[in-house]
């Protein structure tokens, strides 16, 4: 198999890039290389996978090559994104030309050029919003849905929340619909919280990478809300199955959407991640509070069932295990992190 993996120095497509070449696929990685740690991921890629071919282009603007390498390609991953609710706040046309003019010019690649790869594009929770009319319950320790233990369905109504969700949702509907009148094959996962070794996380994007790294270099960690926030946390390396198992299974799935994150059984609270690190650290982590941000969500948690009936899939590494992992990647690269700026 030939792979394309947009966005492929980021901390997804730099693991996608590392478990792939190891399948024996032919990997090439694309990225403009604009975001902080994927000069320090492309150099790794570069030492431990000499054969993964890298091409610095942007997919807003560089048509010609995206055109170039479809045709050369039978599966792409397409990860480039900006992946920011408050970055898209501060910039929301930068925000837009990323997220729906990057995607809308590769599905026109693949589309004029006849070419006929997997697509499969790295979609988000933020479509389906607030969910306002969902009732959240505290036991205590956690928010938790009262209704539905099994969490979000992909049936649920879309509500682009804040720009980045609206042009995440833009492209998400996109990607689906050409597979409907165009008849590419592509499928549409919505991810939740991806973590795992290689991700420079920072305060608004990568919670548990960040909470991990400012730990270890003894920042100030501030605590929006009550920290009994949950989400669905997801390893990337049960990520990657996931896209390994879309392609094995193109035919039947084409055009078609999945939530993949942890579901219920690998959700964890925000405060749940510190006597964790405390314990790796051998020391107390000091905590700041704050006010709840604008759209922090109480819990989230994606509903899998669709991908474990369709694909054969279900995530394995447990949070303990996940979180045990990304430390010990963090504290083997603290000297990178102050030398990159954190």
């Not at 050409?178 to 590419?184: D, K, N, P, T, V």
């Not at 650290?281 to 905590?287: D, K, W």
Request: aromatic share 10%; proline share 4%.
């Amino acid at each position: 198999m030939k792979l394309l993996i947009t966005g492929g120095c980021g901390f997804i497509g730099t693991n996608f890039a590392d478990y792939f070449s190891k399948k024996g696929w032919e990997v090439t990685v694309l990225d403009n290389l604009s975001r902080r740690g994927t000069d320090e991921n492309l150099k790794w890629l570069q030492q431990t996978h000499p054969a993964i071919r890298f091409i610095k282009a942007d997919m807003r603007t560089d048509n010609k090559i995206l055109e170039e390498e479809v045709q050369k390609h039978d599966a792409v991953f397409h990860l480039a994104a900006q992946v920011a609710v408050t970055t898209s706040v501060a910039n929301p046309r930068e925000d837009f030309e990323i997220n729906v003019v990057g995607t809308l010019n590769l599905l026109e690649a693949i589309r004029t050029t006849k070419a006929n790869p997997v697509l499969i594009y790295a979609s988000t929770n933020k479509v389906y919003g607030g969910m306002e009319d969902i009732v959240v319950i505290d036991d205590g320790t956690r928010y938790k849905y009262r209704d539905l233990p099994e969490g979000i369905r992909e049936d649920r109504l879309l509500d682009f929340h804040s720009p980045y969700g609206c042009s995440k949702g833009t492209a998400d509907q996109y990607v689906r619909d050409y597979a409907r009148i165009y008849g590419l094959r592509t499928i549409v996962f919505r991810q939740s919280c991806i973590y795992g070794p290689r991700q420079y996380g920072v305060e608004d994007q990568g919670w548990i990478a960040w909470f991990t790294i400012a730990a270890l270099l003894q920042k100030n960690i501030t605590i929006y809300g009550d920290g009994k926030q949950v989400r669905d946390v997801l390893y990337v390396e049960d990520l990657a199955r996931a896209y390994e198992l879309g392609v094995e299974n193109i035919g039947k799935v084409s055009g078609q959407v999945f939530n993949i994150g942890g579901g219920p059984d690998k959700a964890l609270a925000i405060k749940e991640i510190f006597p964790m690190l405390e314990k790796f650290l051998g020391r107390e982590i000091p905590l700041k509070s704050s006010d709840w941000r604008p759209g922090d969500q109480p819990v989230y948690i994606s509903n899998i069932d669709k991908a474990k009936n369709v694909l054969g899939w279900e995530p394995k590494v447990t949070p303990v295990d996940g979180v045990t992992k990304l430390f010990d990647w963090c504290n083997k690269n603290i000297e990178v992190f102050k030398r990159i700026g954190f």
